[in-house]
């Protein structure tokens, strides 16, 4: 491999990005296909190894390393982008498959980064993307989302920051390796790691800021901030226990939500939530198979959920509806996008010969191996979850259910290519998982389809699909309330809140006299020297600066002489 | 004798020549080359000067032949030869913007006395930063004085004359004060060599006129280099004068005193034992942290850009003497970095700000708003150089903090790294500021079309821009020279 061939993959995303806004027509489409391509191409050429080194401050860099782990997500980021930007090909905004590239360029800097300061650049570059890509939906719900969405992840900067220069300070020593939690810095890492994974308590911003986007942007937001996430935690913390525990409450946190949502988009960026909770109980589980497993499900589960948003995303633009309720009946009119979403939605049930099967499956075997009965039992009751709120309710109520006499056609060209080359790639990994196989960090010794693997996983799917058809009236019913979860603050929340307020009321009283005295003597004085001629802000005249000069001599000279 | 020996001589000679040829010349083009030819030369020099002291050590240089305790010794180590390449290169890069930008500010038949005056505070600030004599450094400091109220008067505001009168008001009893500090120090060692009075000031503990030609020099030159609360000259004088002087002297003029006070301290009083037991420290913390709060806290309520920033730098200075205050190498050398990654960045932004006057003909915050989308390019430019204020990781800004928080790290003071933290939220407000009206408002009727300043301007301003990235990722050349320079002064110190 020649030297000349080193090129930064994460750089040809973020300059394509750059350049994109200066193209026009055709030569406009042809780069959007272009530069993930290239950026394809540039990292395939890649051999393994710290390729690049650079001195900064004190620490030894490596911008560029290369290794099993850090090929197999910026493989899929890259193709990630490809799908992606086919599909949002003709979305109108202007800025949304630049800020995009930026976006994914940007996670495949992280994955490609050999330092955690590296790490922790792109890190932050992606959340100008990802914001970016939000904002250019153009609605005031997303401008309103994108402002809550970057207030959080400013605030993870600054978590993940406070511990990298923390660990830095403690070591010396900048390169990203296994870290174990036993200082400060690192968890502060950590934490600044699980804000993007959508872990609790921040998990809210997921589901809060994902269905704010256009049509296309959902596509690109459901990929890379919480797989980036993944991938740091795989290779920073692989194997502490916390992570297992983290990851079942945020598999069976995106369940509950998603049962309980109208929203089609929200119902899939809850189950975001839930699938990231799979792959970060891998990763707490820590032996070669679970990280195997994390690290496949990462790579099929970018490709179905975004074939689900895309099928999504095709709804919401010929519909412009986005509630369940008012769906229904599309696989008449669009019955593309329904065998596209429904391929999705078995893959993301995990049903055998698609992609969920051979990466999830692998994930509950490392649970039984390691002997950890109540993890498995969690994940097997999950993939029964999984199956009701994303395999069976999303296809079920948008396109099935009953005829809410829509008739929208079936979106064009190049989205429908966008959804069938996902569909195509969710079967065949499913069918031939070998490829997929031989990408993943530690050698496989795992055969997806043996009878008892098959059977298990179809006697689970058989019997929530059962369940969701008997209780299908109660679920049902859902779509009449406009949203369940209404219930929580209608209802449920003032309640908690009387009981709040009448434990609080007295003290409240008592405090809110002073809070509101300081408040105004607050702007009582900012008012004061905020006008022109407050103290601060006024020139003075120059008798009063003399005045200083005499004041601080004097302070000097007093001081020097005590 | 060949020329490069007379190196350190021609670095202040040229400039200072260039000056009274360019008023007898009276004619503004020629006089315009005349002063780019000898300050191009200048910054030529300075590299020159910085590559030979790296190569054989500190140079001496007798002006006139005269040996140092009786002639006047030029001297250049590594800090010297670091406030030279910024000072010529800033002045470098500002004269070729100057000459747009000063079409529109100040009536063309005054072109030639400007840069007549450029030239001269150019070798101003050059002869301080080379002079090896105590004295010889207060003549240079006059000379730069001067010709900065000129320049600053120059400015169509009328307001300009006030400010350059307040200005003249404070630098003189800023320069008196260095002067009688200068005096005192004389009397009491019978030298104005600085090496000559460093040596025999080490006798001198307890001497009471030694401790007040300390105050006098302390406060004479915190006055010049705007330490709160002796910065109330400084936003009058950047904001009103021409766009080119405030950028110029915004970039220089403080931090020459800045090189002046480390002279001071470090190489002159640094051997004595008065300097570690006077409470100094403490006291110069106190008032770089009341700069750093205060004024930020003044800039957020700021409604014209041009003193917005201006407060910036009175806070910013903030963070330059707090990094002395640590009196320890990494402690210098968060001074030394931060001096120059701030003169970058706040010169990058003054020239910006010229663009935009020039363009939108003010620069209040109501008259930019919606700048984002007629003025792109320098509005991105205005943000980058915001970021480094605020010191975010990628910008020159955030490596002088990082090396302020390493000393204060060092020093044991972690409440400190709180106070440089949240002061930089403060300015993370100010920018904040601008942003939002720069973009999240629409236009004013009339500017939705593009209008960027002209080329000659903006490749100025856009070189400045990018150096402050650069600072941002290869520190070998600021923070190797700084530490250089602050190990070489503490050294000389204990």
Known sequence: MSESLVVHPALVMIAGALLLPALRGSARDAGVLLVPALTLAALLALPEGDLWQMQWLDYQLAPLAVDKLSRLFAIIFALMSLAGGAFALRQPSRLEIPAAYLYAGSAIGVVLAGDLITVFLFWEFMAVGSTLVLWSAGTPGAWAASRRYVAVHLAGGVILFAGVTGHLLDTGDASFTRMQLDSVAHWLILIGFLINAGAPPFSAWLPDAYPEASWSGTVFLSAFTTKTAVYVLLRGFPGSEILIWIGIFMIFYGIVYALLENDMRRILAYSIVNQVGFMVTGIGIGTEMALNGAAAHAFSHIIYKALLLMSAGAVLAATGRRKCSELGGLFHSMPLTTICGTIGALAISSFPLTSGFISKSMVTQAAIDGHLQVVWLFLAAASAGVFLHAGIKFPWFVFFQKDSGLRPPDPPASMRWGMIVFAFLCIALGIWPDPLYALLPYPVDYVPYTAAHVITQLQLLLFSGLAFFVMLDYLKRTPTITLDTDWLWRVAGPAVARVFAAALGKLRTALSGEIDHGFQSLALFISRHRQPDGLLMRSWPTGSMAWWVMVLLLTYLLLYYV | ?494
């Open chain 2, 1 to 494: 004798m060949n020329a490069a020996e007379h190196l350190p001589a021609l670095q202040v000679v040229l400039p200072l020549a260039a000056a009274p040829l360019a008023v007898l010349i009276r004619h503004r083009l020629t006089a315009f080359l005349l002063v780019l030819a000898a300050i191009w030369s200048a910054f030529a020099i300075s590299v020159l000067l910085w590559l030979q002291v790296g190569d054989s050590g500190p140079i001496s240089y007798a002006i006139g032949n005269w040996p140092p305790p009786w002639g006047i010794e030029y001297r250049v180590d590594a800090l010297t030869a670091l406030v030279l390449m910024l000072v010529s290169g800033v002045a470098a890069v500002v004269l070729p913007y100057s000459r747009a930008s000063i079409e529109h500010e100040i009536a063309s038949d005054l072109h030639y006395l400007f840069y007549a005056m450029f030239a001269l505070c150019v070798a101003g600030l050059l002869g301080i930063a080379i002079t090896g004599d105590a004295f010889n450094l207060f003549v240079f400091l006059e000379i730069s004085s001067l010709s900065s109220y000129v320049l600053i008067a120059l400015g169509r505001d009328r307001r300009a004359l006030v400010a350059s009168y307040q200005y003249l008001l404070m630098g003189t009893i800023g320069a008196s004060f260095i002067v009688i500090g200068v005096g005192l120090l004389y009397l009491e060692t019978g030298t104005l060599n600085m090496m000559g009075m460093a040596i025999r000031l080490q006798g001198l503990t307890g001497d009471r006129a030694v401790l007040a030609a300390l105050a006098f020099l302390t406060v004479g030159i915190s006055l010049k280099l705007a330490l709160f609360p002796l910065h109330q000259w400084l936003p009058n004088a950047y904001a009103y004068a021409p766009s080119a002087v405030s950028a110029f002297l915004a970039a220089t003029a403080t931090k020459v005193s800045v090189y002046a006070l480390l002279r001071f301290y470090f190489s002159i009083f640094g051997e004595t034992a008065i300097f570690q037991r006077l409470p100094m420290a403490d006291f110069m913390l106190l008032l770089a942290l009341a700069g750093m709060f205060l004024a930020s806290t003044v800039a957020i309520f700021q409604q014209d850009l041009k003193r917005l920033f201006a407060y910036s730098s009175v806070a910013q200075i903030g963070y330059i003497v707090l990094g002395i205050s640590f009196d320890s190498v990494t402690g210098v050398t968060a001074t030394l970095v931060h001096m120059v990654n701030h003169a970058v960045t706040k010169g990058a932004i003054f020239l910006l700000l010229g663009g935009v006057m020039l363009s939108l003909g003010g620069i209040t915050l109501t008259r930019v708003q919606g700048m984002g989308r007629s003025m792109p390019l320098t509005s991105f430019g205005i943000v980058l150089c915001g970021l480094s204020l605020i010191g975010v990781p990628g910008t020159a800004g955030f490596v002088s903090k990082w090396y302020l928080i390493l000393a204060a790290l060092e020093h044991g003071q972690y409440w400190l790294v709180g106070a440089i933290l949240s002061s930089s939220l403060l300015a993370v407000v100010y920018v904040w500021r601008f942003v939002e009206v720069a973009y999240f408002r629409a236009p004013l009727p009339g500017d939705e079309v593009r209008r960027e300043a002209p080329l000659s301007m903006l490749i100025p301003a856009g070189l400045l821009v990018v150096a402050t990235i650069w600072f941002g990722f290869d520190t070998s050349l600021t923070v190797g020279i700084a530490s250089d320079a602050a190990q070489e002064l503490v050294r000389s110190g204990r």
